[in-house]
Nanobody, 126 residues
Framework: QVRLVESGGGKVEPGGSLRLTCTTATPRLLIDYYTIAWFRQTPGKEREAISYITHGEARRYYTDSVKGRFTISQDNAANTVALQMNNLKPEDTATYYC?????????????????WGQGTQVFVSS
């Protein structure tokens, strides 16, 4: 069962920006989770965690390749977690997934997350 929904993917030129948004597909709210994360995956490669945010925005994580370019934020009133992606590069091309866990500690492993979205595609090319 798909419990999360991503939106905001698309095609953009190098140096451009996109804003991905994650929300819940069920009556459950994002504030019910401890950690919300964004992963990405390209064909033939493992899914990698690129950013997460913990309950109350207490902690944020970014993988090295996106530090300084991507920003994760949570809007509890709107029930969304957003990933603002600036200065996009061709190597950012991937399918991006939102994931969430109620486990009370953040991790970057795929197996740590219990709920997932179906993914949204990001294509960076001139």
């Amino acid at each position: 069962q798909v419990r999360l929904v991503e939106s905001g993917g698309g095609k953009v030129e190098p140096g451009g920006s996109l804003r991905l948004t994650c929300t819940t597909a069920t009556p459950r709210l994002l504030i019910d989770y401890y950690t919300i994360a964004w992963f990405r995956q390209t064909p033939g490669k493992e899914r990698e965690a690129i950013s997460y945010i913990t309950h109350g925005e207490a902690r944020r994580y970014y993988t090295d390749s996106v530090k300084g370019r991507f920003t994760i934020s949570q809007d509890n009133a709107a029930n969304t977690v957003a990933l603002q992606m600036n200065n996009l590069k061709p190597e950012d091309t991937a399918t991006y997934y939102c994931a969430a866990t109620t486990a009370p500690f953040p991790q970057i492993s795929v197996s740590h997350y219990e709920d997932w979205g179906q993914g949204t595609q990001v294509f960076v090319s001139s």
